[in-house]
């Protein structure tokens, strides 16, 4: 199992062309290594912060990759969705956003994941078979993760009417990387437990 996930990190780490992606966003070669070279930077970041959360508040190194996935696809695809829009509508984004996504995918995952897990390690607790677990936990709180994400993308959603180029680049990218967020939060993360639930959180 730990063998197939990591190919699978390595196998995306190294599709995932973010020199090519940026060189959309930005017209010049020093700003788009920059920002290449800030992303490459917050993985080394992420990546201790995901694991101490985890052991703080689930007490359980072993939901560690279960968090860690949807935010790293995340990011990979809100790049990738933003490439293509730039391409089709030409819209012009700021220099900083690449930044914004990084470290808002970063919070808001790290905060959908614990709601998730937290409910499913209770429900795990108390006894639950790992089926009846995710069953519960999407219920609840997926129900909260969904209401938060959704009223969260309305929000800057709102900010794409803005004549100010700076708050419309913003709230295009930032609205994007949370829908993506939710859905995979909401589809692979019970799809994990579903899999490996057993073995993450034994009876």
């Known amino acids: 199992m730990s063998r197939r996930l990591a190919?699978?990190?390595?196998?995306?780490?190294?599709?995932?062309?973010?020199?090519?992606?940026?060189?959309?966003?930005?017209?010049?070669t020093a700003t788009t290594e920059i920002y290449t070279l800030s992303l490459h930077d917050a993985l080394p970041i992420l990546v201790p912060i995901v694991f101490i959360a985890l052991l703080i508040l689930l007490r359980n190194y072993r939901y560690f990759p279960i968090t860690l996935a949807p935010i790293v696809i995340t990011i990979g695809l809100t790049f990738a969705a933003l490439e293509r829009l730039v391409v089709a509508t030409g819209i012009e984004i700021q220099s900083f956003v690449p930044s914004v996504i990084i470290s808002m995918t970063l919070g808001i995952g790290v905060d959908y994941s614990l709601f998730l897990l937290s409910r499913f390690r209770e429900?795990?607790?108390?006894?639950?078979?790992?089926?009846?677990?995710?069953?519960?936990?999407?219920?609840?709180?997926?129900?909260t993760?969904?209401?938060?994400?959704?009223?969260?993308?309305?929000?800057?959603?709102?900010?794409?009417?803005?004549?100010?180029?700076?708050?419309?680049?913003?709230?295009?990218?930032?609205?994007?990387?949370?829908?993506?967020?939710?859905?995979?939060?909401?589809?692979?993360?019970?799809?994990?437990?579903?899999?490996?639930?057993?073995?993450?959180?034994?009876?």
């Open 123 to 143: 429900e795990r607790l108390k006894g639950q078979s790992v089926e009846n677990s995710v069953v519960k936990m999407l219920k609840h709180a997926g129900h």
């Open 7 to 28: 190919a699978t990190s390595i196998a995306f780490y190294k599709i995932g062309n973010f020199n090519h992606c940026f060189s959309f966003f930005f017209n010049d």
């Open 145 to 203: 993760v969904f209401t938060s994400g959704l009223t969260l993308t309305i929000a800057l959603i709102g900010l794409v009417f803005f004549p100010i180029t700076i708050l419309s680049s913003v709230g295009i990218a930032i609205s994007i990387a949370i829908l993506i967020l939710l859905a995979i939060n909401l589809t692979l993360t019970p799809a994990l437990l579903l899999y490996i639930g057993k073995y993450v959180e034994k009876d």
